[in-house]
Nanobody, 120 residues
Framework: VQLQASGGGLVQPGGSLRLSCAAS????????MGWYRQAPGKERELVAG???????NYADSMKGRFTVSRDNAKNTTFLQMNSLKPEDTAVYYC???????????????WGQGTLVTVSS
């Protein structure tokens, strides 16, 4: 099983980016999917999460600016980021709880990270 994140890049303050994360491999079921970020010199922190039914949760500083969504048919989650600020600069990681084919329990998988830089 692999998670492949994409969509990062350089954007000016106030701009927008949309990140995608696709899970692939021998997947039976995906429960929670989410996004985390890690800025230089800081610990990794939760950005947003979404369960299979579409219920979402956000870190307080992202509410109203970021929107997490998913396409269960494509095993993909998205993070729409608007009104970006320099302090949003970080490596963004996707995360998913996955049961593999033939498995019973959910295991946690991480994507490789995609860099978002907000700068003028």
């Amino acid at each position: 099983v692999q998670l492949q994140a994409s969509g990062g890049g350089l954007v000016q303050p106030g701009g927008s980016l949309r990140l995608s994360c696709a899970a692939s491999g021998s997947i039976f079921s995906i429960n929670d999917m989410g996004w985390y970020r890690q800025a230089p010199g800081k610990e990794r922190e939760l950005v947003a999460g979404i369960n299979r039914g579409g219920r979402t949760n956000y870190a307080d500083s992202m509410k109203g600016r970021f929107t997490v969504s998913r396409d269960n048919a494509k095993n993909t989650t998205f993070l729409q980021m608007n009104s970006l600020k320099p302090e949003d600069t970080a490596v963004y990681y996707c995360n998913a709880a996955i049961v593999v084919d033939g498995g019973v329990y959910f295991n946690e998988y991480w994507g490789q990270g995609t860099l978002v830089t907000v700068s003028s």
